[in-house]
DNA sequence: GTCTATATTGTGATAGAC
DNA sequence: GTCTATCACAATATAGAC
């Protein structure tokens, strides 16, 4: 399908590297050329504008994390079933592409108009969403929860860690990369078990 | 103490908004004068240069949130004591600031030397929050659980849907604001009763 | 303290030779 | 497809008048 030649393959991998680590504003075409070891005027003939080429990159991320947490809102299966999947499949993303998160949120603070592009992307219908969480409000949830509060924790606690990841492996690990690796492996069997245990509270806000 | 002027004010308020919006590079010094409705110059005669100006907000940015945190690695007394009024404090400072928590993250994600200063501004002794951490792994909590586990999970829990609020209030809020708010002060009861059911957990990982 | 004028460098983008 | 040369413009920063 994708026609790509070598030096296009070059500039998108020099220009997500940057982009993810200095965001949009902090990186110049210069610096993405010297990074692909070309010349600075191909990024034009390739991608016209810088514009163009952060569509695509940012276009690139979405695709590497936004698929697993779009089939959580979307399935017709009882949303226990799919947790923990679900939840393997977020960490094991995270960890190939740690700084995605971090990047994708703040481009979406910065920029609000990208989220129904965002939105659009995921597949996500988001008053189709509203109505699985109010049916799972009493369904296979048999709880007094708030699904929404509960999705919320969820996601929060497989993404947060990776999007805080230097302070955490400092302050928690002594600042041991594999450590702080080890534990996110830990935590694709722990969040499930921690989320179960969220689901089964009863009457928690009256 | 501070003696600040007028314009010395405005310059800061200006500033901290629109850095917090379109970070460091995203933001230029005519953009912060306009928007304090000040000569450009100005800014260089108060702060000399845009990094100091940025080193300002920076700190100030810290400031607003990193003492709730610190005092949750410090204290002496259990864990478990600390945890409702901690994640009040922190949900509250989210609610105030909300963009501060993204607008950090990516900072550090960027710039990682700034890290050490961080947490030197936040008085954590990385060695001394980890002693701590072993010392209650057989201590007020009573649970087999690694309990970095269950800090990384209570400052997920509290502070990742300000970083992602935009997608979370389109998605699960259907763009309503003040439903959003409302979820968020809901988890200032929620969240420890959350964090409760997880330290509960026995042997979650043999 | 505040302004105008200016120096200097960086940046995105294009035209045109090869 | 890849390069050199060039353009228009925006950015930070400083000097100096008021």
């Given amino acids: 399908m994708e026609r790509h030649t070598e030096t296009e393959q070059k500039i998108i991998a020099s220009a997500e590297k940057l982009f993810y680590q200095k965001g949009k504003a902090g990186t110049s075409m210069q610096d993405i050329a010297d ?106 949830l048999k709880s007094d929860i708030d699904p929404r509060q509960v999705i919320i924790s969820l996601l929060s606690m497989c993404i947060f860690p990776f999007a805080a990841r230097p302070v955490i492996r400092e302050v928690l690990y002594g600042g041991d990369d594999d450590a702080f690796i080890e534990a996110m492996e830990q935590r694709k069997k722990l969040v499930p078990l921690m989320v179960r245990q969220i689901m089964l509270m009863k009457n928690p806000i009256p």
Same sequence: chains 1, 2.
Avoid: C, W
Avoid at 66 to 82: F, G, K, R
């Fill in 35 to 140: 990074d692909a070891g070309i010349n600075r005027t191909l990024l034009n003939y390739y991608f016209r504008t810088k514009d163009q080429l952060f569509d695509a990159v940012f276009r690139t991320a979405m695709g590497r994390f936004v698929p697993a947490l779009a089939e959580l809102l979307h399935s017709d299966m009882p949303i226990e079933e799919y947790i923990p999947v679900m939840i393997d499949r977020v960490i094991t993303a995270m960890i190939e592409y740690p700084q995605i998160p971090a990047f994708v949120l703040q481009e979406l603070n910065s920029n609000p108009d990208r989220l129904p592009q965002v939105i659009k992307e995921m597949g996500i219908d988001p008053d189709v969403a509203m109505k699985k969480m109010e049916r799972e409000e009493r369904g296979a």
